[in-house]
């Protein structure tokens, strides 16, 4: 008989085969006239593989439609779920199941996510019977809301969730989806089903993670504000003396809604699914799964570390190599990623670690559809103003754009600027040793007359 492990692997593999859109997958059958049924994943996780799954490492490169973007520091204390909090991305389910999980058990992340370096984390998912170690940089985007005490887990959660459930680094693929299957992804057995409010509140008083999601057409108030369609709830509390649960949402404002009847959770006109997170009785994922001295020590996964090398022979800077962006934001067109969005004040600098100090050749490869211009620095003072950005006629059209700067050795800053009501894209900026021109030798031209053919034979003599 096949293993449940094997099995679950072969249907998760026909699962993430299915690139039909879930509608597509959902739709009724003609002839019976029945709904067919979507399977999100196979939950069968033998006991015996509990904590000594198959690992497989996965090393995030660029991540489309970061926006702006910082280096952020990695908080070795316990993850609080106040410092889960939902900013421009409609990734609420994603949220509060983190949410959740951190209220029940704070030291619960010390195992999802691990540093390596000040610039480097492993986080670690639970994924089609295997934990997936995704290598991801502390580069984060400055677009989504963070906490005060400026913890980047929950951000390297949607860093790295993104390449986890679509296998694009794009943050946009964080949008939509179901509480149960972070849940799941989490190492938590995670179900979903419909509304019963006395399962709900045993399932809570149990230690288990319930979260809720609404109606896209849910409409009415709660004690806090109106409800939110298509949104994601978590249940924290109940009052066994008035019947009345307490909710919450990914958000900081308004994020505990008391008084919540149960009848509104099984009304069905406000909630339509309940998921459940249950704790396994060993852990799935270990933070002793990562060899943290061997990720340090591997040259092919040494951090993008604040300095790019520019040897003596020059260096190629790739639009998302470790740029500090500011009013723009990484795209991916075509498979090709640049820098665009460049609004207002917008700049991309980038730390150098420079070989030799010279004279180098800029080469900036731009796209632009009316013109432009930018400045150039080197360690904040202005050696380039005003290069210009010609027209190319496309976005994605990118033509180089030349520039002489002279570049120290050792630590450089390198800041393009953008000129206020400017806009164009950037792409690679290819850095080189400027030609020197040497002075032409000075050469003397002797005229030699021969009579006897009447022909004229220049002699060089230098």
Not at 61 to 87: E, H, K, R
Request: net charge neutral; with cysteine; hydrophobic share 45%.
């Amino acid at each position: 008989m096949m293993r449940a492990l094997e099995l679950a692997k072969r249907l998760n593999a026909m699962i993430a085969a299915d690139t039909r859109p879930l509608e597509m997958r959902n739709r009724f059958s003609r002839r019976s006239g029945r709904k067919r049924t979507q399977i999100e994943s196979v939950r069968a996780i033998p006991a015996e593989t509990a904590g000594a799954l198959p690992i497989r490492k996965q090393t995030q490169g660029p991540v489309a439609n970061m926006g702006n973007s910082a280096w952020g520091s990695f908080s070795t204390d316990p993850l609080t779920a106040d410092a889960i909090n939902q900013g421009n991305l409609a990734d609420c389910y994603l949220l509060i199941a983190m949410y959740l999980v951190a209220r029940l058990r704070p030291n619960f992340f010390d195992d999802i996510f691990v540093k390596i370096d000040d610039h480097t984390a492993i986080v670690q998912w639970f994924y089609a019977g295997y934990i997936i170690q995704v290598r991801t940089s502390l580069l984060i985007s400055t677009d989504y809301d963070h906490p005060a005490n400026a913890d980047v887990r929950p951000e390297l959660a949607e860093k790295t969730w993104c390449l986890i459930r679509s296998g694009i680094s794009d943050y946009a693929k964080d949008n939509f989806g179901l509480i149960e299957n972070v849940f799941y992804a989490l190492g938590l057995d995670g179900s979903y089903g419909a509304l019963d409010s006395a399962a709900i509140i045993a399932a809570m008083q149990a230690g288990k993670a319930v979260g809720l999601q609404t109606t896209p057409t849910a409409t009415g108030r709660n004690a806090v504000e109106d409800w939110i369609a298509g949104h994601a709830y978590g249940v924290i509390g109940f009052d066994a003396a008035t019947k009345q649960l307490t909710l919450a949402q990914p958000w900081h404002a308004a994020r505990e809604i008391p008084g919540v009847d149960a009848a509104t959770i099984s009304g069905g006109k406000v909630f339509n699914l309940v998921h459940v997170g249950a704790f396994p009785a060993a852990p799935r994922i270990l933070a002793s799964m990562v060899d943290v001295a061997s990720e340090r020590a591997a040259a092919v996964s040494a951090p993008a570390t604040a300095a790019i090398p520019v040897p003596a022979t020059g260096a190629v800077l790739q639009p998302e190599q470790n740029a500090t962006l500011s009013n723009c934001r990484l795209e991916n067109q075509g498979g090709k990623v640049d820098i665009g969005y460049i609004t207002g004040a917008a700049y991309a600098e980038y730390p150098l670690a420079v070989a030799s100090a010279g004279d180098y050749a800029l080469s900036i490869d731009m796209a632009c559809v009316t013109a432009g211009s930018l400045d150039i620095a080197v360690n904040g003072v202005v050696v380039a103003a005003g290069v210009t950005v010609p027209n190319t006629s496309a976005w994605s059209i990118f033509h180089p754009v030349a520039a002489n700067v002279k570049l120290p050795a050792g630590a450089v800053t390198l800041r393009l600027s953008n000129r206020v009501g400017a806009q164009y894209n950037i792409g690679a900026i290819s850095i080189a040793p400027a030609e020197v021109v040497a002075d032409d030798p000075i050469v003397a031209i002797s005229v030699v007359t021969t009579r006897r053919s009447g022909a004229v034979s220049p002699t060089a003599v230098v």
